[in-house]
Structures are given as C-alpha cells and as structure tokens.
C-alpha cells in the first residue's frame, strides 16, 4: 500500500533513529496472555531468555506492595503479582531499554514518568469498563508518544516544542507538520505497527491527538481512544507534568476528586467530554473515583 503524505518522512526519520524493541518476546507474551488459559510455562520461558525482564518481574514481586520479599523463581512472581501486572512490567522494561541512549535524562525522566502515568490511568479506565481490554489500553498509553524522543534526536530543536507533544492539544500536529513535514503521530503508528502491535492500538495512536474520537468508525477503536482521551487530560491537568502548561490548562489538576467541580470547570474546552463519557459510560462519580486512583499512582514512577 501507497505511503501518505507524512509517512515517507517518518520512515526516514524512524529508519534514521537506531529504536530497536524486542518485538518478538511482546508479542509472544500479548498473544499468550490473551488466551482463556494461558500457559504459564510458555510465559516464563519468554521472560526468562532476558535476564533484564526477569530482574525486573522479580524486583516488582519483591517490592512492599506485593509481598514481603523472598520470592526468587519467575513462576511464582508471576503468581503473586498477576498477569498484567506482569506484562506491564515487561513492556515498560523493554521500552526503557530501547531508549536508555537517549541524551538528554532529564527530558527522557519526563517523557517517562508522563507515558507510564497515561498508561496506568488508561488501564484503571479500562478495569472501569469492561468493553476495553487492560492490556491494549496499557500498551496504548505507554506507547502514545512513542515517536518523541526519535524526533528530538533528529531536530535539535524539537526540544522546544516537545512538551507540548506530550500533551493533548491538536495544534501541535499543525506546528509540527509545518517544521517537519510529519508528526510523531504519524511516526508513532509506524513505530507500533512495524513492532506487530495490534491494529487498534496503532490507529489509535496514529490519531491521538485529534480532537474528535468519533474519526474511529471501529468501536473498540473508539472506546481505547476515549480512554486515552480521557487519561491524557487526566494525567495532565495533575500533577507536576503541567508546571509547563498554560496556565488555563493548570487551574483545575488537583480539583479532579473535589464534589464541587464540574467536568468543564476542570477541563474546560479541551475535549468533547459528553461523547468521550457518553462512550465509556462514564459519569462525575467515575472521574472522581479516577482522581483518586492518580493520587495513588504519582508516587510510583
């Protein structure tokens, strides 16, 4: 198929930019997770070929929030933690990995912690509605922006618009289609689909920046890009991520669980929030119920 316009200058911006993911071992363990009856043992097998994976499966079992230490075998840190808890944590090591020669550390901290908190506010959405898979919703979030750090090693000056990137106005499309001739939406589908992810998490990221959910005619489609419609205005408008927002987009971050707030006095303008609650059934009780899921998560990355 034909590339678009914007596709054949992000393939040469990604083919420019060394990003290599173990797309294989995520994919073997996406499609064995998924099953009604996962093998374990194949699952084990997979996360045992990288002792960097299986350190970090074990540093999670071990850590206060699960138990009290002394787990040592794969098996049974899957056990004790769960499923997808334990994907998450193999996803999120391959993906740090794959960025580790990033230069810049603190902008990479930044660009982190703002992935892994969409990612988890995506997948407590997800546990809110049944109709969207936890682990295509963590893999959306985690990887929405994943074509930023490729852009900032290319243009130097990308740094001085990234911080927008990371959020979720559409102009920043505009902004960047002009420098570039490309956004790292665009990129990013690319990125996602040549690591085999599924094609609805790839169309989700391809268009997450738009401000109208219903350009996905798919409704699984659909509901995972109003949850991260919704996780992206969340996670920003809490927070230390929005210190470098304007300040109309900071006003209401910590207002997220208060009885007096309304959706718009929080979130003004910046989403069509009637069709992204309408889609994920959600009302005022879901979002403060989500606020308080975020004050305990900030904590962690």
Known sequence: MAKSIGEYEAAEIINSIDVPIQANIINNLYKEIKKPNPDFRIITEETSKDAGLSAAVLKTANSPFFTSGGISSIDRAISVIGLNNYFNVVVSSIYQEAFKAFPNKD???????????????????????????????????????????????????YAEIYILALGYDSSIIDTENTKYK???????????????????????????????????????????????????????NYKNTSKCLPGSLKKGRKEIMSD????????????????????????KNDLEDLGRDVAGTTGKY
């Open 182 to 236: 490309t956004n790292h939406c665009i990129a990013g589908s690319l990125l996602t689909k040549s690591w085999q992810l599924p094609d609805a998490i790839v169309n989700v990221i391809n268009h997450h920046h738009d401000n109208d959910i219903r350009v996905h005619k798919n409704p699984v489609e659909r509901k995972l890009a109003a949850a991260h419609r919704l996780a992206e205005c969340v996670s920003y």
């Open 107 to 157: 902008i990479l901290k930044q660009f982190w912690y703002h992935s892994m908190l969409v990612a988890t506010i995506m997948s407590s959405i997800a546990n809110k509605n049944r109709n969207i898979n936890a682990s295509d919703a963590y893999l959306t979030g985690l990887f929405h922006d994943c074509a930023i750090p490729s852009f900032m090693m290319k243009f130097p000056d």
């Open 260 to 283: 007096k707030s309304s959706v718009k006095s929080v979130f003004g303008d910046a989403i069509d929030f009637e069709v992204v609650f309408q889609e994920l059934n959600f009302d």
